[in-house]
């Protein structure tokens, strides 16, 4: 599980994760999603390098959006690999997270 720090051009930090959102990493994800929330107003969580998501992954997005909601920041989930569409989808988290799902031309059928 690697993560990547970068400010975007409107002030944001963006905290891109490579690697995938189980179980297993759940502790170290944890951590580093609710210590991002707390440390920046406005957090941006690149998805696009997650290679699988299962629900306790899911759990953790839930849980730092709502942090971020609890401190009056903003938590904006972008770049969704197709794995976190997936499983947003399946489990009808879209309105929950209040994010756009962006489909790449590339990937639509």
Same mark, same amino acid.
């Given at each position: 599980?690697?993560?990547?720090?970068?400010?975007?051009?409107?002030?944001?930090?963006?905290?891109?994760?490579?690697?995938?959102?189980?179980?297993?990493?759940?502790?170290?994800?944890?951590?580093?999603?609710?210590?991002?929330?707390?440390?920046?107003?406005?957090?941006?969580?690149?998805?696009?390098?997650?290679?699988?998501?299962?629900?306790?992954? @899911?759990? @953790?997005?839930?849980?730092a959006k709502r942090e971020s909601h609890h401190l009056d920041h903003v938590?904006?989930?972008?770049?969704?690999?197709?794995?976190?569409?997936?499983?947003?989808?399946?489990?009808?988290?879209?309105?929950?997270?209040?994010?756009?799902?962006?489909?790449?031309?590339?990937?639509?059928?």
């Open positions: 599980m690697e993560f990547a720090n970068q400010t975007t051009t409107d002030g944001a930090t963006r905290l891109t994760v490579d690697g995938d959102l189980t179980i297993y990493q759940a502790v170290e994800i944890r951590q580093r999603l609710i210590d991002g929330v707390r440390a920046n107003a406005v957090l941006e969580l690149d998805l696009s390098h997650v290679g699988e998501v299962d629900t306790a992954g @899911l759990q @953790l997005l839930a849980l938590l904006r989930i972008v770049g969704h690999s197709p794995a976190v569409r997936e499983v947003i989808e399946f489990l009808n988290m879209v309105a929950f997270f209040g994010d756009p799902l962006v489909i790449p031309a590339n990937e639509r059928a």
